[in-house]
């Protein structure tokens, strides 16, 4: 049987009729009530802002995504970070400023994406909503996934918001006469039978047992009492954890024989929907708070107030939380006595599967490995790209996506290449990470190595950076003090010794930010003239770090990860990738003439 068994073959099934629903909406208006009246997309500041109006203005032109739907993007207001709870009030606020009274009637989809996407930097410059998917012509990115995923939503959905992630994928089956349907008062979220190791990460359900049965595809219920990432204990002991057949467990490719039935599950969180009232509830506390000076989770602190069981424990728990805001404890409680005794409503979606991508680690993964995700969402090995006939053995252990491989290079089991342009004489390592890259020397690139190359427009003139890394390497890692950065790794080695390597003072100016001394705000990056340059200079960088030999930087001007994006030079970014479509079109019609 294909990978993944009967279940994930109904997954596949759905999720392809789902997709061919979507493509046949593409470039023409849809009917009203077929789509979303708002797609909503948040970004952290305003040059993020562009680059995201930029692209999506590009997809409409291109006719890549339904008409009719307003496409817009919501800035999050200057100052302290206010998380995606925060942005999820400042989107309610900005909606009654467009539409006024009339934002109650609408429909709207609310994509989160305002984070500068640490964890996977590939996705930094341009967001992760934009992260390129390994099939489809052009490629599909999250943006299209995402609405081809809740293609069924807002014709079974009264006027209110549905609120989603830019870096998770939720594929689920229904039996022929099951809807998913948002029709409740109050909030109503899906759940996904998972193991409990991930419930750990997520937020789970408790659920009376006697509602779910676990069998079928949908179950409605309401949840007694919503957790936020708790332990097992906490799991066992507010009574969270269920014994069901239908149990899926993520760690497994296929499906569970007879005599794995009666694992112990919970049943996590993805999305969820929110109706006008409660939104508009939300909306009066915003603008009595008038500004936010920490950040709210919209799971963590909406979702912990709902429901019977819930407690106000949770307000002054903040060990899941990364930064202590003095506000934070406050806030929580005036939203919990806000929120007190409004219905959380369960869609329990027992043949599903919920997949995050936002980490270098999981994003190899889930395009390269898990052969069910590859399986039910038919990822090609290979997608829109010229790729070495006589390479055709390695395809099914990589993903290599809009990109041009010239004859004689190779790419090693586990990578990624997006985006780029890459010479006969290269060789790239295995689980590595290249994209928008330009590479034309003969190179051997590490296995583990992360690279990508940004366009800057500096005083003017368009210029280029490379960041190299390891995947492994921890870019929201940070110290306080000059004196312990030896605490920080860039590719297994010391940072300290790094920077010795390379011919780079210790001082204030290495990084630009001064409060946050890490990989990410480190000045070491030179700036280039051209993009092949500046990815040859990054792996030269990295070479020098392998081999404990000098390469000095002490004569180019250096730039963070940071500061690249501060200078990105969009366009020239998109025109870039433009070059390798025209490029790759006529090649491949000429081979589909040539079969």
Not at 16 to 27: E, I, Q, Y
Not at 184 to 194: D, E, I, Q, R, V
Not at 488 to 500: A, K, N
Request: charged share 20%; with cysteine; hydrophobic share 35%.
């Amino acid at each position: 049987m294909a990978a993944g068994g009967g279940r994930s073959a109904a997954r596949r099934a759905d999720m392809g009729r789902r997709l061919a629903r979507f493509a046949a909406l593409r470039g023409r208006p849809a009917r009203p009530g077929e789509f979303w009246d708002v797609v909503a997309v948040t970004a952290a500041d305003e040059e993020q802002a562009r680059a995201y109006r930029r692209q999506l203005a590009e997809k409409l032109r291109g006719e890549e995504l339904p008409l009719g739907a307003r496409y817009l993007v919501f800035v999050d207001p200057p100052g302290p970070k206010i998380g995606n709870g925060g942005s999820t009030l400042h989107v309610l606020q900005c909606l009654e400023d467009l539409y006024g009274d009339k934002w109650t009637s609408l429909i709207v989809l609310l994509i989160h994406s305002g984070g500068y996407s640490q964890r996977l930097p590939n996705a930094s410059a341009l967001g992760k909503i934009f992260t390129a998917l390994p099939f489809g012509n052009p490629v599909y990115q999250m943006l299209e996934l995402k609405l081809a995923m809740y293609i069924d939503f807002p014709s079974r959905m009264k006027p209110g918001i549905l609120i989603t992630c830019s870096d998770d994928i939720e594929l689920y089956s229904t039996g022929a006469t099951e809807t998913v349907t948002f029709d409740k008062p109050g909030f109503t979220a899906l759940a996904h039978p998972s193991d409990l190791t991930v419930g750990t990460t997520h937020g789970v359900f408790v659920l009376d047992p006697s509602t779910v049965s676990g069998k079928g595809g949908i179950e409605y219920t309401s949840c007694h009492r919503f957790l936020h990432k708790p332990d097992v204990e906490t799991m066992h002991r507010c009574g969270a954890v269920c014994v069901r057949g239908n149990c899926s467990q993520p760690s497994s490719s296929g499906d569970q024989s007879d005599s794995e039935m009666g694992v112990q599950c919970v049943y996590t969180d993805s999305i969820f929907y929110m109706d006008h009232s409660t939104a508009k509830q939300l909306l009066t506390f915003y603008k009595q708070m008038g500004s936010l000076c920490c950040e709210i989770d919209a799971y963590g602190d909406f979702l912990q107030a709902l429901g019977p069981g819930a407690t106000p424990d949770y307000t002054q728990n903040t060990s899941n939380v990364t930064k202590e805001e003095s506000q934070l404890v406050e806030v929580r409680q005036k939203l919990y006595s806000l929120l007190k005794g409004t219905v959380l409503n369960v869609i329990v979606l027992n043949n599903s599967k919920f997949y995050h991508i936002g980490t270098t680690e999981e994003y190899l993964f889930h395009f390269t490995t898990d052969n069910e995700l590859r399986f039910e969402l038919d990822l090609q090995s290979v997608a829109f790209s010229i790729f070495p006939d006589k390479a055709e053995s390695l395809k099914q252990s990589l993903s290599v996506i809009q990109s041009i491989l010239e004859p004689g290079c190779s790419v090693g089991p586990g990578s990624v290449v997006e985006y780029s342009r890459i010479g006969p004489e290269v060789s790239v390592g295995k689980k590595s990470i290249i994209s928008g890259a330009y590479i034309n020397l003969k190179v051997d690139i590490p296995s583990h190595c992360f690279l990508s190359s940004l366009s800057v427009k500096i005083n003017c003139q368009v210029q280029y950076v490379s960041m190299a890394f390891s995947v492994e390497d921890d870019l929201k890692k940070s110290v306080k003090l000059l004196s312990d950065i030896h605490l920080l790794q860039f590719f297994g080695v010391s940072f300290l010794e790094c920077l010795d390597l390379w011919g780079v003072k210790v001082s204030d100016q290495l990084f630009s930010g001064n409060a946050h001394l890490g990989l990410w705000t480190a000045r070491i990056f030179p700036v280039c003239s051209s993009l092949s340059e500046s990815a040859t200079m990054s792996l030269k960088m990295l070479h020098s770090v392998q081999h404990r030999s000098a390469f000095k930087l002490d004569s180019w001007k250096l730039l963070s990860v940071e500061e690249m994006l501060t200078y990105k030079d969009l366009e020239d970014m998109l025109k870039f990738r433009k070059q390798i479509y025209d490029e790759i079109c006529p090649q491949r019609l000429k081979k589909k003439s040539d079969l």
